[in-house]
């Protein structure tokens, strides 16, 4: 089957590239604000920095070993896919190079001006010296590197300064980190926005720094090293608090090997072996970058922009809308119980939801709380309701998977802040990280225990929950809250096995449920429909699943963000599927799949993507959606998105993303979204008229 497997499917890393690459379009959109365009180079960046470290460190952890895996969907060893990978990253530098440059020179008339040493005028050139003798040199950390000073340990992305040095016959290399602690920009004085980044400053006055040398070679650096460290590889003795193995793991990520060198000048010979040497690297790994290498500090300038040139410069700011389902002066557990409520993020706010916890944490009929939490905001008022609740005697479990990649760190720190306050605080499981949103509130009545259970298809942080689109479901179902409290109880005793009704969970029932759903679809042949959004798909089992159904005739879209290992239109295999990416203003992030038509369709929403990780190593929750007016409600947003011919991107089978065929009626997607949420909350709903019918009126296209 493998063969007929690879006539269809495509590399995950790969995939991955074209996705970051469909980031960089809108980077390159003129119909995007300008400062808009630099903040996509700027999150094109981070997701390279991130691929290099996780998914290009774990295939060159693979191609140390013996025995290879080939990868099923490309059959490429690891040390193939990682010469790919570096083929395809060096046009995508030079493209992301010519982008900046292009954005940079168009923002240079608005006064927004990010300039070299030599672009300075003569006062400030005067003011950047002494800022550098007053305020940099005095908490510089310079070294020399020869027999007596070995080469330093270099941190994971931060940036060094290097030069050779001379003195008398004696050659020497010297660097400079570039000190963390201080602003990545330094602001010249005037009105308009001018700057001139730290090292381009450390690399004026090396002279000065090494003022015993003759200083050559400048250039400034950055490394990128291995991060895809698991606790799971550590000894973890019967008596060690996993949390504590966390922050050894922490630890280790920040000395692991070297993957990717940038550099911002080409190096010269003897400097180019020396770091191959040094860091164990090919040539290949070295990569050059005219931009910089770190472009964080883009959105503190874009807070800085007058108020004038806002409108021209950055997009129009959207405040998650109050939703319409929801009257903010009754009760959140009262108005669960007469009706499902569904919320859209960030068009709407994730004020309900936690109007609920901090509703639930003074409540005297409820008697627990329990939640799984992923990934946390800094600041998290979800914390401070489920701490509270916890002094006001409820009983509060939270499963808090400290395993969050790049998260760890909070995570660790929240669940010690969550025990002090008296809430029972567990862990993922050894092989299994923890990724379900899911939240269980248990009510004490006359009638005996009443269940209000919230299923999201994103973390319940804050401050994503206004950048990234999601949804979250409430219901009072008491079936599917015997399932969450189910869930629950299987959580605390390592059960992973557990059965339900309603809800499906992996590692054991939701890929197996979702592939009999597709299975019911294929069985109707030209009469099937399966519509499903996801970020990432991989599992091989799906995509043969879904090019069988594709082959009985059934419909297929797939509105994947991210990686898609499945190549669409390959004829005799998947001439029915069609395959979409979004991306735009906002980070598409929900998981809706959706199986049959009308009546009979079957609609669902959760955490999980269709990727192997997710369906058989991590635990998911997908939960039902039976409301009608819901159902209907998430079948326009597919509908919506499917018309989208704006920031759509269409899959075709070549695995080459192409923009649809513009027309009118023009369909942003996420505009229509925005533009209805707006509207929503703006309409009064008069007392003789359902919350269907003050919805339809919106959301009727």
Known sequence: MDGELLKYTQNRELSWLKFNQRVLEEAQDPDVPLLERMKFVAIFTSNLDEFFMIRVGSLYDMASLKEMELDRRSKMTPKEQLERIYEAVEPLYKERDKTYSEIKKRLSPYGICGLSFKELQDPEKKYVKKYFK????????????????????????????????????????????????????????????????????????????????????????????????????????????????????????????????????????????????????????????????????????????????????????????????????????????????????????????????????????????????????KKARLVEYLCAAAENGKEVTVLIELRARFDEQNNIDWSERLEDAGCRVIYGFENYKVHSKICLITCKTRNGYQYITQIGTGNYNEKTAAMYTDVCLMTADREIGQDGAAFFQNMCMGNLGGSYRHLLVSPYSLKKKVLELIEEETRKGENGRIIMKMNSVTDVDFIEQISRASRAGVEVDLLVRGICCIRPGVEGYTDHVRVTSIVGRFLEHPRIFSFGRGSAQKLYIGSADMMTRNTEKRVEVACPVYDEDLRARLNHMLQVMLEDNVKARVLDAAGTYLKKGQGEPFVDAQEVFMQEAVQAAAVKKPAKRSIREVLFGIFRR
């Open 134 to 377: 007053e305020q940099i040199l005095p908490v510089l950390s310079p070294q020399i590197v020869d027999r007596n000073h070995p080469f330093p340990h270099l941190l994971n992305k931060e940036i060094y300064v290097i030069a050779s040095l001379k003195r008398g016959n004696q050659k020497l290399f010297g660097l400079v980190p570039v000190p963390t602690y201080l602003s990545e920009i330094l602001l010249l004085p005037g009105h308009d926005i001018r700057y001139i980044r730290m090292e381009k400053i450390l690399m004026e006055y090396l002279e000065i720094i090494f003022d015993k040398y003759e200083v050559s070679d400048k250039n400034y650096i950055c490394v990128t090293r291995n991060g895809d460290v698991s606790p799971d590889d550590e000894a973890l003795d019967i008596n060690e608090d996993f949390r504590n193995l966390m922050k050894k793991t922490l630890s280790k990520r920040r000395k692991m090997a070297v993957v990717r060198l940038e550099t911002a000048n080409p190096l010269t010979e003897n400097m180019e072996r020396y770091f191959c040497d040094r860091f164990c690297i090919t040539p290949k790994q070295i990569f050059r970058t005219k931009m910089p290498m770190k472009l964080s500090y883009i959105f503190s300038v874009a807070e800085k922009v007058p108020e004038h040139m806002r409108r021209t410069l950055i997009y129009e700011p959207f405040v998650p809308q109050k939703s319409a389902m929801v009257d903010e002066e009754t009760s959140m557990i009262r108005q669960i119980r007469k009706k499902d409520i569904l919320l859209s993020y960030p068009y709407e706010s994730m004020e309900p939801f936690l109007k609920l916890l901090k509703e639930a944490s003074t409540d005297p009929s409820v008697v627990t709380i329990k939640i799984t939490i992923y990934r946390l905001s």
